[in-house]
């Protein structure tokens, strides 16, 4: 399967009569915006606002993040089961507005999380202060049920990243990447010395707050199963996910999953990328020990000699990784996980809640539990006065200069287990 | 300027190897040795006022004098930081500077650093609650040595934040601090993974906790004669506690004398544990701490007899570390005792 | 079995289901779920089952079976891992939750559950 990624850079983002891409600038009239989101008659009001790269703007309460792409060319659309009928992507040409996100935001449960700064210390930790945001804060009618207004919520973010993608349908990108996966036995012929690597993509499914779907699927109800790669990168899996702001992979971090990205990058020269195993983190023992036997033998089928997991979540998901880990390395796979820490305020309490002396190659993106300093912000997108419940703040967490001192984990993305940032902790 | 004092021992103070080592502690005013290289390194930000020069035997056999010598030394100087070092894989040496640095650090409160090879004894003696630089395995590391330390001696005598131990070059101390790395996670997740795939050598980011796995000891040659000693996490204790055994988390353990004791009972003995319904082990202690079983097997004659004092603590949320620690430390008295072998019992 | 301290996943299912209702903490609830697993009882869900850290939410649910056997160890492992996460955790409280927080929490830890029961 092979497809091509247009991305079109977008450097900035305004407001303006008629929704348009020009000398990478995003205009959008937000009238249209709105009117798309308020289809939705679960939302009493709608907003639209900017937030720019080094604006000093807070977002939060964030939800989701979502890069807008266009399907040009080859089966299928954006977020085939969500929004686009359910036909296998991953070929074909897709455009991306590179460097242009939609985020979502809503109070849909007291203490949700999740904050992007655009500058300052917090922005330093999540890459979505590199973003032109359209930011998406929606009002749900009284009386909407939580989990009817996460799936509104996850609706409209779909609905405008793909009105924003359309833009692009029909420019000519900046630059052009491809990238394809052989079936096994031709990728077998291609590359006969190099070693077979696949990707255990792990995915948070544990019920409200928690879920994740594969083309309309939600992860809980699925067995470990295989993707190409680049079905990925069409929106097959997208993020339900509002909790463990720091740590979870929100959709923007399924369509750019920097595991696949970087196995890519060395596909056909040090390694043969044969394709991605997604598996699920359920509540039930019982599904943990099943998901994570398939995901080893599914390992063992494709024939790899190593694999990289990725992680999502806190706590539970601990578990899955280490099952994981351990049986798959127990077929002579070598593997290499990717996780993040909860070692305290401190940083001297035990990291995980599961660990195994077979995990013996470990990424992680840092310990969620440093304390960081965010400092006050002219402008709030959002609902401030969440700052003090939110996971990782703490009483007094908002000061009253509007700084807030909490826990690296009220960050969005900041402690990525798809290992998207640079930090780590030693 | 900032004022340093050096810590050396007699074969980098030229004063010769082993023969020399019994040479006490002495001090000099300015550089010796290495000293320069990290005067030269400081690039006049830091002096250092004095050298402290000691012989590893003199430090190791001497320990108590030795320390109060070297502290009063130090203190006198009044400097604002105190190195130690580097040992390479000098042992004594190693431990000398761990131990020098540590009373240096406690008693006087100056930040103090050292620097050895990572399989050097005071490594692991010390790298928790020192910063110890790791150096290459001998002398000839000298140069790579000073370039790490010195940028770590200046932060510390600046009361700088100290950054990652893979930024800053000390030995992970157990403390996890976050940094930046100079690629994302998911890059050196592959490059870890092509090191590992073709044999070469890769360092994870994440040691796991060591598993602490005992292997089990042969067994018992001949029951019948051993003595048997009896050892608790169930918090039994002698009625009304005596010891105070915290309810959980415990910090202690207790020693108690069974000698005569046929059977615990309601009004002798009762648990100290706050982790489960104690109704059951109040009413018969017996049912956590098993004397009576064991003395009508001695009177069988199928043990060869209870040993006289049972130990007993609350494994109630007790760190790893604590428990692990009572165990050593009564684990002496039982061998010293005699003791063939021990019932663990939990709740 | 299901041992919990949120009255709405007693209320709603103690027809159904052998329930221990704890009037106590999130810790109380698995240091209970350690008891039974002391007994005999098998662990079926995982006592960390959500990515809310113990120290937000109060409410905690668990699943174990209902016939005892032999004592089983992952059971035990896992639940023990919990406790000291859970501890490790609430060194650091959380700030006092209003009523409407309360009930978001205890509608999350209900229906993480009911992920588990199929429902």
Redesign the interface.
């Known amino acids: 399967m092979k497809l091509e990624l247009g991305y079109v850079f977008i450097k900035d983002i305004q407001f303006a009569e008629q929704s348009k891409v020009e000398n990478g600038t995003l205009y959008v009239n937000k009238e249209e915006v709105k009117a798309l989101i308020l289809e939705d008659q679960n939302f009493k009001s709608a907003d639209v606002e900017l937030a720019r790269p080094g604006e000093s703007i807070r977002i939060m309460p964030v939800k989701d993040v979502i890069e807008p792409r266009v399907k040009v060319d080859g089966p299928g659309g954006i977020f085939p089961g969500m929004v686009s009928k359910v036909e296998t992507v991953g070929s074909g040409r897709t455009n991306v507005l590179k460097g242009a996100a939609v985020v979502t935001t809503g109070k849909i449960v007291g203490f949700q999380e999740g904050i992007i700064d655009m500058t300052g210390t917090g922005a330093e930790y999540t890459p979505f202060s590199k973003l032109n945001n359209l930011v998406v804060v929606c009002e749900p009618v009284d009386g909407l049920k939580q989990h009817e207004h996460e799936k509104a919520l996850r609706f409209a973010g779909y609905k405008v990243a793909m009105y924003l993608g359309q833009l692009a349908k029909s420019l000519t990108p900046d630059e052009v990447h491809t990238y394809e996966t052989p079936n096994l036995v031709e990728g077998l012929k291609l590359y006969p010395e190099l070693p077979r690597v696949a990707y255990v993509l792990m995915l948070q499914s544990q019920g409200l707050m928690h879920d994740t779907y594969v083309y309309g699927v939600d992860a809980k109800q699925t067995l470990t199963t295989m993707l190409y790669p680049t079905e990925i990168m069409d929106g097959a899996i997208v993020s339900g996910n509002c909790v463990s702001a720091c740590d979870k992979n929100t959709t923007y971090h399924h369509l750019n999953n920097p595991v696949i990205h970087d196995l890519f990058e060395e596909h056909g020269k040090t390694l043969n990328f044969v394709g991605v195993i997604i598996t699920n983190e359920n509540v039930y023992l019982a599904d943990k020990e099943r998901s994570s036997n398939w995901s080893a033998k599914l390992a063992e089928l494709l024939g790899v000699d190593g694999v990289i997991i990725s992680q999502e979540g806190f706590g539970n998901p601990d578990t899955d990784l280490i099952m994981n880990c351990k049986k798959i390395e127990a077929k002579g796979i070598k593997t290499v996980i990717i996780t993040d820490e909860y070692a305290g305020r401190d940083g001297s309490s035990q990291s995980l809640a599961d660990a195994d002396a077979s995990a013996d190659a470990v990424v992680t993106g840092g310990n969620a539990n440093e304390v960081i300093e965010l400092p006050p912000m002219d402008k709030i997108i959002g609902y401030a006065e969440v700052a003090d419940i939110i996971a990782g703040g703490f009483d007094g967490s908002l000061h009253a200069d509007g700084s807030i001192t909490a826990e690296l984990q009220v960050i969005t993305g900041a402690t990525n287990e798809m290992g998207f940032n640079k930090l780590s902790a030693r | 300027m900032l004022k340093v004092v050096h810590y050396i021992n007699q074969f980098f103070a030229n004063i010769g190897g082993e023969e020399m080592a019994h040479v006490p502690a002495e001090l000099r005013e300015g550089v010796v040795g290495p000293g320069l290289a990290f005067q030269q390194a400081f690039g006049g930000e830091a002096e250092i006022v004095a050298t402290i020069v000691c012989g590893d035997s003199y430090f190791n056999e001497n320990l108590e004098k030795a320390k109060t010598e070297i502290i009063e030394m130090v203190k006198k100087q009044n400097p604002d930081l105190f190195i130690a070092g580097p040992a390479f894989n000098a042992g004594r040496y190693g431990v000398a500077c761990g131990t020098i640095a540590q009373a240096v650090k406690e008693e006087l409160g100056i930040p103090v650093l050292t620097g050895m090879y990572v399989e050097n004894p005071g490594a692991d003696m010390f790298k928790n609650s020192l910063y110890i630089v790791s150096t290459k395995n001998s002398a000839a590391g000298m140069k790579d040595a000073v370039k790490k330390m010195a940028p770590l001696a200046l932060k510390l005598a600046n009361k700088e934040n100290i950054g990652a131990s893979a930024e800053e070059g000390y030995m992970p101390n157990g403390v996890r601090k976050n940094f930046f790395d100079q690629e994302r996670g998911s890059k050196r997740a592959v490059n870890m993974l092509l090191n590992k795939l073709s044999g070469k050598e890769y360092v994870t980011e994440f040691p796991m906790p060591d598993f602490d796995r005992v292997a089990p000891n042969p067994a018992v040659k001949d029951v019948r004669k051993a003595t048997i000693a009896l050892v608790t996490s169930g918090g039994i204790v002698p009625k009304g506690n005596p010891d105070h055994i915290e309810s959980s988390s415990a910090s202690k353990y207790g020693k108690y004398d069974i000698e005569g004791v046929m059977d615990l009972t309601e009004e002798t003995f009762a648990t100290a544990h706050g982790g489960y319904d104690p109704v059951y082990a109040n009413i018969d202690p017996d049912r956590v701490l098993p004397v009576d079983v064991l003395r009508d097997l001695e009177k069988e004659g199928k043990i060869g007899k209870l040993h006289r004092y049972f130990y007993t603590t609350v494994g109630n949320g007790t760190a790893v570390k604590n428990a692990k620690g009572f165990a050593e430390k009564f684990a002496q008295e039982l061998k010293a005792d005699g003791v063939d072998a021990v019932i663990l019992t939990s709740t | 079995m299901i041992i919990t301290n949120n009255e709405w996943v007693h209320n709603k299912y103690r027809e159904l289901y052998d329930i221990i209702y704890i009037e106590g903490s999130y810790r109380d609830v698995l ?1 209970k779920t350690r ?1 039974k697993l ?1 007994e005999g009882h098998e ?12 120290n ?2 109060p409410y905690k649910s668990v ?1 174990i079976s209902d016939n005892k056997g032999k004592l089983n160890f992952d059971s035990i492992y ?1 639940i023990e ?5 859970c ?3 609430n ?8 009523e ?6 205890k ?2 830890d209900l ?6 029961l199929n429902i």
């Open positions: 240091v008891d002391h662990l079926l869900t995982h006592p960390l089952s959500s990515s809310i850290k113990p937000e939410t699943i896992i891992n919990s406790i000291m996460t501890d490790k955790f060194k650091n409280k959380i700030m006092n939750l209003t409407k927080m309360k009930e978001d929490f509608l999350i229906t993480v559950l009911e992920s588990a």
